[in-house]
């Protein structure tokens, strides 16, 4: 039998695939088209899940499934795992026709795991031709790089606290005194939430931060493989992130490299 981390790494690129065909039939949007650009996004949303949904329901038909864009079913509550499942994270730069969305799917196991229960994270960035797992080979995270700014990667529509101009004044002074950087701190943009923790296991930033609030299926793959690659990933407390809640929701999330992670944690 297929290992469960090899099935959503299978799911989840094909669900990539079919994405990336339907943006292409669909022909162009434009930007200011908001009805052309919502008509491809539910359409996207729904095939990508409808995919998910009979892939991870016929190779596992014990388990529960949460997913964005399914109902949210009570078996849930009692199930020992649980696929969380993000069909198309990032619909708005999807249909942009830009490359930073993503597919999420992680699975959640009561009895097994660390992470807050998770067992399998998978990204898939279709666009980007990438595919990140908790089976990837990995090598130690790299170091905060004091010859230039730290790159903070967040929401344009929701920015943190520390991205704003005050946060990134204190953040850059503790930076200075601590003899990290004296470059201060930059921030960066983009959209799905596995695309984001993509760019700083790319080395083109250096911490994620989002203190909003989310679902778990924003939250889950992205945590997976960001702990796999020995990122430090937790709540901005630094309290762990636990899943399979009713509701699923998440209050903050701060992604960092682990010599970073120390001035970002309250």
């Known amino acids: 039998m297929e290992?469960?981390?090899?099935?959503?790494?299978?799911?989840?690129?094909?669900?990539?695939?079919?994405?990336?065909?339907?943006?292409?039939?669909?022909?162009?949007?434009?930007?200011?088209?908001?009805?052309?650009?919502?008509?491809?996004?539910?359409?996207?949303?729904?095939?990508?899940?409808?995919?998910?949904?009979?892939l991870l329901g016929e190779a596992r038909p014990d388990d529960a499934i949460l997913s964005e864009e399914g109902?949210?079913?009570?078996?849930?509550?009692?199930?020992?795992?649980?696929?969380?499942?993000?069909?198309?994270?990032?619909?708005?730069?999807y249909g942009l026709g830009r490359s930073d969305f993503a597919v999420h799917i992680a699975l959640w196991d009561r009895n097994v795991g660390e992470v807050g229960g998770l067992i399998v994270g998978v990204l898939d960035l279709p666009a980007q031709q990438r595919t990140l797992s908790t089976i990837d080979d990995v090598t130690a995270p790299r170091t905060i790089d004091d010859s230039r700014a730290?790159?903070?990667?967040?929401?344009?529509?929701?920015?943190?606290?520390?991205?704003?101009?005050?946060?990134?004044?204190?953040?850059?002074g503790v930076l200075l005194h601590e003899s990290q950087t004296s470059h201060g701190?930059?921030?960066?943009?983009?959209?799905?939430?596995?695309?984001?923790?993509?760019?700083?296991?790319?080395?083109?930033?250096?911490?994620?931060?989002?203190?909003?609030?989310?679902?778990?299926?924003?939250?889950?793959?992205?945590?997976?493989?960001?702990?796999?690659?020995?990122?430090?990933?937790?709540?901005?407390?630094?309290s762990e992130i636990t899943f399979n809640h009713r509701p699923p929701w998440v209050t903050n999330l701060v992604v960092a490299l682990p010599t970073l992670a120390p001035f970002m944690i309250d």
Not at 7 to 30: W, Y
Not at 159 to 172: H, N, S, T
Request: a negative charge; glycine letters at 6%.
């Open 150 to 172: 730290v790159q903070l990667i967040v929401s344009r529509s929701r920015p943190p606290e520390i991205a704003k101009d005050a946060g990134r004044e204190v953040l850059a």
């Open 71 to 93: 109902v949210d079913e009570v078996a849930r509550d009692s199930a020992d795992r649980v696929w969380i499942v993000d069909p198309l994270d990032g619909t708005k730069e």
């Open 185 to 238: 701190v930059e921030v960066l943009h983009s959209g799905s939430v596995g695309a984001k923790v993509a760019e700083v296991l790319a080395d083109r930033a250096d911490a994620y931060v989002h203190d909003a609030g989310f679902y778990e299926w924003d939250v889950a793959a992205p945590l997976a493989v960001a702990q796999h690659y020995g990122l430090i990933a937790s709540h901005i407390d630094g």
């Open 3 to 54: 290992s469960d981390t090899q099935l959503a790494i299978t799911v989840a690129k094909k669900a990539g695939q079919l994405l990336l065909v339907l943006r292409e039939n669909f022909g162009p949007v434009d930007a200011d088209d908001k009805v052309r650009r919502t008509e491809l996004k539910d359409q996207a949303d729904a095939a990508s899940h409808e995919l998910i949904m009979a």
